[in-house]
């Protein structure tokens, strides 16, 4: 009976730990546009305390947006680089998000080949099977930020290509 209860105590701290984790993801993910450095203190803190690699992965994209809203563009390659191949299964929604960020990224700092790379890998994740919703908010993403031909010459006309965006996203059904 000892070892029941004893059993019992730390299944009931592996769950509460477990809550904790996520209060504490939903707390940075609040804080990324308010308070990035509150962000990437809490972001930082998950990411060394959990095992959970779906909260792993979680983490380094609130790291990586937080840094690049700071304008921290190397940190912020770093840091979602290192997440995006280090974590390979499952493949989540923000594993998705973190890769797409990343060819952004790259693409800002004028590593097209590099970004191109991420878009590919990118789409190939989407096909693994994702919701509909969020295969439509990837391809307004490629398209607002104009990641389809990383080729800026060529691109199209900026006005146009938001409101193509603009169209994709008013695809996906608003909850709430």
Request: include cysteine; hydrophobic fraction near 35%; aromatic fraction near 6%.
């Amino acid at each position: 009976m000892r070892k029941l209860w004893i059993l019992l105590f730390c299944c009931s701290i592996s769950f509460s730990q477990e809550d904790n984790i996520k209060q504490l993801l939903s707390q940075a993910e609040t804080a990324v546009y308010s308070n990035p450095q509150e962000a990437i203190r809490i972001a930082t803190y998950v990411s060394n305390k959990t095992e959970n690699s779906s909260q792993k992965i979680e983490a380094s994209y609130v790291l990586t947006r937080s840094y690049y809203i700071q304008g921290k563009l190397n940190k912020a390659v770093e840091t979602g680089l290192k997440a995006v191949n280090q974590h390979t299964e499952p493949v989540s929604e923000t594993h998705i998000k973190l890769t797409l960020l990343l060819s952004k990224i790259l693409k800002e700092l004028g590593l097209h080949k590099l970004a191109s790379t991420y878009i590919t890998k990118t789409n190939n994740l989407t096909q693994r099977g994702v919701e509909k919703d969020i295969e439509t908010w990837i391809t307004a993403n490629i398209i607002q930020h104009n990641l389809d031909t990383l080729q800026d010459k060529k691109s199209k006309n900026p006005l146009t290509r938001l409101q193509l965006a603009k169209a994709q996203f008013d695809k996906i059904p608003h909850k709430g």
